[in-house]
């Protein structure tokens, strides 16, 4: 099934969609908005539109190879974004100029069609998991704040990067859409919106139902546009924004933590373009219009992070160009004034992780880092670390040696696999980390702040969220 017929009767016509009032109203205080979502045209291979997210694997440039086979010269999603695996090419800024030309073909052509006001609920299907829920909305830019110490209403869970953020602002200044991946997770235990949504399901509008290539499984999304589901979205939100609920809830005060409602689960660095694009825009237009115009709003999905589909992952790091034997050395040098540091080596993976859980059960309250090399593997133990989070004591060290050695390099990679195959390279070594626990993040955000860049993964990479739709800007 490519995609279903857009001219099928809407359950909601434009006159009872205005019976919910104003969305400012009903989602005054929860910075969501129903996006004038653009789908492609009925016919269009859906499998060949749609494509996962630009940031991944950007150090595997034969599966972006296999895309532009698979895609050929079919419409896709392919040809409006800048997969990162190509940021250093010396072309990069025809690639850019080709994207904006392409959009706005694709628009001159109908090949995107424009939906009334509306949201879409997804159930997405991975190689990993049989359901994981998700719903496509839109958020105001005025309430999102990725910088430390935030108190924004939707934020960072991770470090953003100033410096990854140009070449999408570039893709951004002269695109007039969106094509988003971005991922935002909701802290809803009682499943309350999902729920919800699972059981209305028979009164939406299917409009796709198809396999994603790639190993990327099979999505399915439905039109939400009853005024009736729509109220009662906007009631459970503006329920987690409740502050007497919220201070209950995480054990804070709202007033020195600000309400959390949404925190980016993935793609901060496209949402933090689109702010910063929207700064740019909005000097440009008069204020009594910048409420409503299409910049403000940023296209998203939510996923909540109970959902028992939703697994984080590790993102595990790999350093390229840089002497293992040296690197370890630096590393001790750079624990161990304060810590206690050990190297052991194994001749096997097999090995090493056997006696990885003899070591945490013998150094408890340690943290310890498994790598591979060219050599082989091995572990090594940092007694006292002065962080809670594996990862950030590991990026502390990380962060140091990559600026006393400018020409190593530093990837964050998706899956143990693609550690073991980059990281017995020469030259290369590879970290394999843990993943963090799903349940508390909200919990640590609040009361830690963000968290060190690429601390966790919402699934393995080709359970990222795919290209599909589209918004004007």
Wanted: aromatic fraction near 8%; charged fraction near 25%; include cysteine.
């Amino acid at each position: 099934m490519a995609i279903e017929s857009l001219n099928a009767r809407s359950n909601m016509t434009t006159e009872s969609l205005n019976s919910l009032g104003s969305h400012e109203t009903i989602f005054n205080k929860t910075g969501v908005s129903l996006p004038e979502v653009l789908l492609p045209a009925e016919g269009t291979d859906m499998q060949k539109w749609a494509v996962v997210a630009c940031d991944q694997y950007t150090s595997q440039p034969g599966y972006w190879e296999e895309v532009e086979r698979i895609v050929g010269n079919s419409p896709s999603a392919l040809r409006l974004i800048l997969p990162e695996v190509y940021l250093e090419n010396s072309n990069v800024d025809d690639m850019i100029s080709n994207i904006n030309i392409t959009m706005k073909k694709y628009l001159d052509d109908g090949l995107l069609v424009p939906h009334n006001p509306c949201f879409i609920y997804l159930d997405r299907e991975t190689p990993r998991v049989k359901s994981r829920k998700g719903l496509i909305l839109a958020v105001d830019l005025e309430k999102y704040d990725y910088t430390q110490g935030s108190r924004a209403l939707i934020r960072s869970t991770e470090k953003t990067v100033p410096e990854r953020l140009p070449p999408r602002i570039k893709i951004r200044r002269n695109a007039p859409i969106e094509v988003p991946h971005v991922q935002l997770l909701v802290d809803d235990p009682e499943m309350a919106i999902f729920g919800h949504l699972e059981n209305a399901v028979q009164q939406m509008d299917k409009i796709y139902d198809f396999d994603l290539m790639m190993n990327g499984g099979h999505i399915k999304g439905y039109k939400i546009e009853r005024p009736s589901i729509i109220r009662q979205i906007a009631e459970v939100l503006e329920k987690l924004t409740d502050p007497e609920l919220f201070a209950d809830k995480y054990d804070v005060d709202p007033e020195d933590t600000g309400i959390l409602l949404f925190a980016v689960g993935d793609g901060n660095h496209s949402l933090a373009s689109a702010k910063a694009h929207w700064e740019n825009k909005k000097t440009q237009i008069p204020k009594e219009m910048q409420a409503h115009h299409p910049a403000r709003y940023a296209m998203a999905e939510v996923v909540n992070v109970h959902d028992e589909g939703l697994i984080f992952e590790p993102i595990h790091r790999v350093l390229f160009n840089a002497n293992p034997e040296t690197l370890i050395k630096e590393m001790d040098k750079h624990f161990s004034t304060v810590s206690p540091f050990h190297v052991k080596s194994f001749p096997s993976k097999e090995l090493m992780e056997q006696e990885k859980h003899e070591l945490a059960a013998k150094f408890q309250g340690s943290h310890i880092f498994p790598f591979v090399t060219n050599h082989g593997y091995g572990i090594i133990i940092i007694e006292k670390p002065r962080y809670n989070l594996d990862v950030a004591t590991l990026q502390d060290f990380l962060d140091s040696f990559l600026k006393s050695n400018p020409s190593a390099k530093i990837d964050y990679i998706h899956g143990e696999n693609a550690v073991t195959s980059i990281g017995e390279e020469p030259g290369n070594l590879g970290f394999y980390l843990n993943p963090i626990d799903k349940h508390g993040l909200f919990k640590t955000v609040l009361k830690d702040g963000v968290l060190p860049r690429k601390t966790f993964s919402m699934g393995e990479a080709e359970e990222k969220r795919y290209y599909l739709e589209c918004k004007i800007i």
